[in-house]
């Protein structure tokens, strides 16, 4: 499968690390490439990560590309922008070059302008994955991996025993690839939990607030959210 990673932060390598691994072909989006491939400083937005260049000099099978040409050519979408500028990044990408596919969305919509803790915007009423398949009705969103640190998401066995990756959307057969990917990176089958429809997205984007206070009590990331049901699925 041809994926295209529409972000150059940690979660985006990350997951093109992880599909790689697994065989699959990887491009990579970003506004201007030879803007990202000039930066020199650590990344400032979201987890501090070297220079892009630097990942590039030991990923040379990974193209860069400008987001319209990357989304053009990946069969698969993964949404790895900033929550708050994913719409832009989307718009960059060319809604023709959307139409169909699916796009697996891992952003969460923290706005940092007021310092920490950051706040979620859209929340509550909304969430960032409707507010995607609103304005791309031809895109397949599914929403999941968002609720956990990018390492976790491509290695599920990072932490030990049993936890839990969440699926919304409103896309039976998009779910499903996704769910066979989740599978090809480690998640066992109960793991993964379908909550229903793109609405559903609220919750897992909801749980933000609560995962920052943990690495804050816990001190690192290598974390996760499990739920222990008294009973299986009615
Ligand atoms: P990030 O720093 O949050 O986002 C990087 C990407 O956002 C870059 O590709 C950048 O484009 C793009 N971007 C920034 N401003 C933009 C604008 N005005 N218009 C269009 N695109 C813009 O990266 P990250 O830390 O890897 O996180 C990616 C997403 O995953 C975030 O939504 C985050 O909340 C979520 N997430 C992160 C983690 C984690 O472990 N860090 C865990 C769960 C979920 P350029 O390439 O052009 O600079």
């Known amino acids: 499968m041809r994926y295209a990673i529409l972000g150059t932060g940690i979660v985006g390598r990350t997951v093109a690390e992880r599909l790689l691994s697994l065989g699959h072909e990887v491009v990579i989006g970003t506004r201007d490439p030879a803007t990202t491939l000039a930066r020199t400083e650590p990344s400032t937005t979201g ?55 699916v796009l697996i969305d891992i952003a969460n919509p923290l706005d940092f302008s007021q310092g920490m803790p950051p706040v979620l915007d859209p929340a509550n009423t909304d969430s960032l994955g409707e507010l995607i398949q609103r304005t791309f009705p031809g895109l397949r969103v599914v929403k999941t991996l968002n609720t956990m640190t990018a390492a976790v998401m491509v290695d599920p066995a990072r932490v030990p025993g ?10 039976e057969s998009a779910k499903k690839t996704v769910r066979e990917l989740l599978h090809s ?50």
Do not use: C
């Open 162 to 171: 049993e936890h839990n990756v969440f699926l919304s959307g409103d896309d």
């Open 185 to 234: 990176f480690g998640w066992p089958e109960a793991s993964v939990l379908d909550l229903g429809g793109i609405r559903t997205a609220r919750g897992p984007e909801m749980l933000l607030p609560i995962w920052i206070q943990l690495m804050g009590h816990l001190g690192h990331a290598d974390f996760n959210f499990h739920v222990q049901a008294a009973h299986p699925k009615a």
């Open 47 to 101: 987890a501090p990560t070297a220079p892009y260049a630097e990942w590039q000099e030991e990923h040379l099978e990974v193209e860069l590309l400008p987001f319209a040409d990357a989304a053009r050519i990946g069969e698969v979408l993964v949404n790895a922008t900033g929550g708050r500028v994913s719409i832009d990044a989307l718009n960059a990408a060319d809604a023709g070059h959307l139409d169909g596919k």
